[in-house]
């Protein structure tokens, strides 16, 4: 339950994503106090009443498009290609194409090119993106979403197999309508589902889910309870914090967020402080903090928040190690870079 405090891969434009703006240091106060909200549990019968009144942003996706079905067609691809009992990969590559959007509606079509990939291909595509990614968001997608994108950095060439598996995987889910969930230029139309969450949930089987309590809240029953906390007022301060202790993918954030930009807020001026023992989930919630744009100031504990009473804490100095970590990479490359520059010139390769 949230707590409110005070053809060739060189043809997609994929670096246009660089243009975002580097992540910067927390700039929001660090919590003073606490004020746990626990809505009542509304009965069954008058549970669509009440989600009719949430109120929403203008949608733009088709009804046909939804993330359960979008699940389905990936799993289906998945194991027909014979992709095999690894969840991560077709995840990953979700994840992947989430991570990229239609940013110009007049330019090539997003969708067609990925569609016209060969295998090999497209696997360079997604180590790009993944890349990318990783040099705007080190921390989120470097260090929380790492377990997410991992293999592909492997350095043995993945199987035929596993390529034509990871092929049919981006198929089924773009012909299924992703980037009409996913890969709108404007964040707060990507708020409207947690598609990685309904991913997570159709992945994992029912046996495998129960003793590992993953059971995630459904997009309704998450916008219900963000309205309960938030209502109709414009009364929300900027700067608070917002936690979730059992975050899994962030769905209950992503409501939270869905409904200040409905009051007129940016979620970008807001603390996000998640909690969540698995890794797999925790990965997801990271790339969903990016694809929700909930801005710089998101933290994510891996860990059993009952064990650390901390973990906000923690999440602070994990994302403060990280962003040094990646200073000083960025920096002695910088270094690489320049000796190899100077090498060239001395040499003739290239002018001064």
Same mark, same amino acid.
């Given at each position: 339950?949230?707590?409110?405090?005070?053809?060739?891969?060189?043809q997609?434009?994929?670096?246009?994503l660089?243009e975002?703006?580097?992540?910067?240091?927390?700039?929001?106060?660090d919590?003073?106090?606490?004020? @746990?909200?626990?809505?009542?549990?509304?009965?069954?019968?008058?549970?669509?009443?009440?989600?009719?009144?949430?109120?929403?942003?203008?949608?733009?996706?088709?009804?046909? @498009?939804?993330?359960?079905?979008?699940?389905?067609?990936?799993?289906?691809?998945?194991?027909?290609?014979?992709?095999?009992?690894?969840?991560? *990969?077709?995840?990953?590559?979700?994840?992947?194409?989430?991570?990229?959007?239609?940013?110009?509606?007049?330019?090539?079509? !997003?969708?067609?090119?990925?569609?016209?990939?060969?295998?090999?291909?497209?696997?360079?595509?997604?180590?790009? *993106?993944?890349? *990318?990614?990783?040099? *705007?968001?080190?921390?989120?997608?470097?260090?929380?979403?790492?377990?997410?994108?991992?293999?592909?950095?492997?350095?043995?060439?993945?199987?035929?197999?596993?390529?034509?598996?990871?092929?049919?995987?981006?198929h089924?889910?773009?012909?299924?309508?992703?980037?009409?969930?996913?890969?709108?230029?404007?964040?707060?139309?990507?708020?409207?589902?947690?598609?990685?969450?309904?991913?997570?949930?159709? !992945?994992?089987?029912?046996?495998?889910?129960?003793?590992?309590?993953?059971?995630?809240?459904?997009?309704?029953?998450?916008?219900?309870?963000?309205?309960?906390?938030?209502?109709d007022?414009?009364?929300?301060?900027?700067?608070?914090?917002?936690?979730?202790p059992a975050?899994?993918?962030?769905s209950?954030?992503?409501?939270?967020?869905?409904?200040?930009?409905?009051?007129g807020?940016?979620?970008?001026?807001?603390?996000?402080?998640?909690?969540?023992?698995q890794?797999?989930?925790?990965?997801?919630?990271?790339?969903?903090?990016?694809?929700?744009?909930?801005?710089?100031?998101?933290? @994510?504990?891996?860990?059993?928040t009952?064990?650390?009473?901390?973990?906000?804490?923690?999440?602070?100095?994990?994302?403060?190690?990280?962003?040094?970590?990646?200073?000083?990479?960025?920096?002695?490359?910088?270094?690489?870079a320049?000796?190899?520059?100077?090498?060239?010139? !001395?040499?003739?390769?290239?002018a001064?």
């Amino acid at each position: 339950m949230p707590r409110r405090t005070p053809q060739g891969h060189g043809q997609l434009d994929l670096f246009a994503l660089l243009e975002a703006t580097a992540p910067t240091s927390p700039a929001l106060p660090d919590p003073t106090s606490e004020t @746990v909200v626990e809505p009542p549990a509304p009965a069954l019968t008058a549970l669509a009443t009440a989600q009719a009144k949430v109120l929403r942003p203008a949608r733009t996706t088709p009804a046909s @498009v939804s993330p359960a079905r979008i699940a389905e067609d990936v799993e289906a691809a998945w194991h027909a290609h014979h992709g095999g009992s690894d969840i991560v *990969i077709p995840l990953s590559v979700v994840a992947a194409l989430a991570l990229v959007s239609q940013d110009d509606p007049r330019g090539p079509d !997003m969708a067609a090119e990925f569609l016209t990939l060969e295998p090999d291909d497209l696997l360079q595509v997604l180590r790009d *993106i993944w890349s *990318i990614a990783w040099i *705007i968001h080190p921390y989120l997608i470097g260090t929380i979403a790492l377990p997410l994108h991992s293999w592909l950095h492997d350095d043995q060439r993945p199987h035929p197999q596993l390529a034509r598996a990871v092929h049919a995987v981006t198929h089924a889910a773009i012909n299924a309508g992703q980037f009409a969930l996913t890969g709108h230029p404007d964040p707060a139309l990507r708020r409207d589902a947690d598609l990685l969450g309904a991913m997570l949930t159709q !992945m994992r089987t029912n046996s495998a889910r129960r003793p590992l309590g993953a059971f995630y809240s459904s997009a309704s029953h998450a916008d219900l309870m963000a309205q309960m906390m938030l209502g109709d007022s414009a009364d929300v301060e900027p700067g608070c914090w917002y936690y979730e202790p059992a975050a899994g993918t962030g769905s209950l954030l992503r409501a939270l967020a869905l409904r200040l930009s409905v009051l007129g807020h940016s979620p970008a001026n807001f603390g996000w402080s998640m909690s969540e023992i698995q890794p797999i989930p925790a990965a997801c919630a990271a790339v969903n903090a990016v694809v929700w744009g909930l801005g710089a100031n998101v933290l @994510v504990y891996v860990g059993d928040t009952l064990a650390a009473s901390d973990a906000h804490e923690r999440a602070l100095r994990q994302r403060a190690e990280a962003l040094a970590d990646f200073a000083d990479l960025t920096s002695w490359a910088g270094r690489i870079a320049l000796i190899h520059h100077t090498d060239a010139v !001395m040499s003739g390769d290239i002018a001064a």
